[in-house]
């Protein structure tokens, strides 16, 4: 028969037939500790935002950038305890659970090639540092992901092109986690040259003030030129005149018979001659040219002259006799003639005044008519009016004043013209 009897905890006798085995229970080891849990994978970094900027060279502003970056995903495996913090790649950093990050500009390119360096210089100093400090990833929770943020200030150092421009964001040395990139655009243009201002008008004939008589011609004569403005200007593409009086209630447009040397269209910074002439011209009272150039850019310059048209006045005798005086008391036959630019005759003139002021100021005004105190007329085979005639009782000694004025165009009494005469003394005429 066989027995066992117990040595010690791991080691017994067997007893077998008399006979005594030795057996010893085998030791085991305890198993190594599992590493933390790792990421895996490179920084993440979505586009920077805006993804491109575009700005014209000489004009000023900025835009403000950002963008995201973020810990790579944790790897969570049976060959890890996930017990423990979580680390950054293979866990040999500073601070395994902390991985410092440097931002940087990298590349600046047009179209794959490196720009120059005096472009870059310029590129680069127009970008603002990256904010804020300092940049660090944690492994999770608060602070797995960080806003980076930046401007670009507008640098009419930096030509005119289109620039790529890459951000590049390397993690701590030796720590296993990848690094990241992106890139944005600064598109720069040159200032177009726009057209801002209108053509120069200057109206060289009329001159304001200007006195034009009935049956003459009126001469018009304007220029016009639209400024060059660096390259900018249009030039002048048309020109228009017209002549209006009474609130517009007249209007004599002279566009359809203008001449304008040289012929338009015409480049910017070349004047243009516009004239015109109306013969005869028919028309009494206050006017106004109005002259006008567009270019081809939607701007109108003008200018404006104003001036009168009317008749010539001529007294007759009596009153045109040199140095004849008159006696108050007397009646005196008031005779006159008006005539054209040519000084012919003419007809009967609408809305006729002979306006009478004597030496107290008092004011006697005759209209057309048969009585004595109306203003009558002859008139020769032509029916030009060969003169007028008023019968005026002059009542005391002093210098008389006699207006003429007819009928405008607005039909209201326009002065053309007077004269005067002088009663020395009562009695009958001298």
């Not at 790579?72 to 049976?78: A, I």
């Not at 201002?197 to 639209?226: C, M, Q, R, Y």
Request: proline share 8%; hydrophobic share 40%; glycine share 10%.
């Amino acid at each position: 028969m066989s027995s066992i009897q117990s040595v010690s905890r791991t080691t017994y006798v067997l007893w077998v037939l008399g006979l005594s085995f030795l057996l010893t229970s085998p030791t085991f080891a305890a198993p190594p500790a599992k590493p933390p849990c790792s990421t895996n994978g490179p920084v993440l970094m979505p586009p920077v935002s805006p993804s491109q900027y575009s700005y014209t060279r000489t004009e000023s502003g900025s835009e403000d950038f950002a963008f995201t970056v973020s810990s790579p995903g944790v790897q969570v495996t049976g060959n890890c305890d996930s017990n423990l913090p979580n680390v950054f790649g293979n866990g040999h950093g500073a601070n395994p659970t902390v991985l410092p990050l440097t931002i940087s500009i990298g590349a600046i390119e047009q179209g794959g090639i490196a720009v120059e360096a005096a472009t870059e210089n310029a590129l680069r100093a127009a970008l603002s540092p990256f904010s804020t400090a300092p940049f660090q990833l944690t492994v999770s929770g608060t602070g797995s992901s960080q806003t980076i943020s930046f401007s670009f200030t507008n640098s009419d150092d930096v030509p005119a092109g289109t620039y790529d421009l890459t951000i590049n964001v390397q993690p701590e040395t030796g720590v296993g986690v990848g690094a990241a990139s992106r890139s944005f655009t600064i598109q720069v243009e040159e200032p177009q040259a726009v057209d801002t201002l209108a053509p120069t008008v200057n109206i060289v004939a009329p001159v304001s003030g200007d006195v034009i008589k009935l049956n003459g011609s009126l001469e018009v004569n304007f220029t016009a030129v639209d400024p060059p403005e660096g390259g900018a200007g249009t030039g002048v593409t048309s020109v228009r005149a017209a002549v209006t009086s009474c609130e517009n209630g007249f209007n004599y447009d002279l566009t359809s018979s203008l001449s304008a040397s040289p012929s338009i269209p015409v480049a910017a910074d070349t004047t243009v001659t516009a004239t015109t002439a109306v013969t005869p011209w028919l028309y009494v009272g206050d006017f106004t040219l109005t002259a006008e150039a567009d270019d081809n850019a939607g701007h109108t310059g003008s200018a404006t002259a104003t001036f009168t048209a009317g008749a010539n006045i001529a007294s007759l005798p009596p009153i045109s006799v040199p140095n004849r005086q008159f006696n108050a008391g007397s009646t005196l036959p008031v005779k006159f003639a008006i005539s054209d630019a040519a000084g012919a005759l003419l007809p009967p003139m609408d809305g006729l005044v002979v306006r009478i002021t004597a030496p107290s100021g008092a004011v006697e005004e005759r209209v057309a008519g048969l009585g004595a105190a109306n203003v009558r007329w002859e008139i020769d085979e032509y029916g030009a009016v060969t003169q007028y005639i008023t019968n005026y009782a002059i009542p005391a000694i002093g210098t008389y004043r006699v207006d003429i004025l007819v009928g405008d165009v607005c039909g209201a009494p326009a002065l053309q013209g007077g004269f005067t005469f002088v009663a020395a003394s009562k009695g009958g005429k001298q």
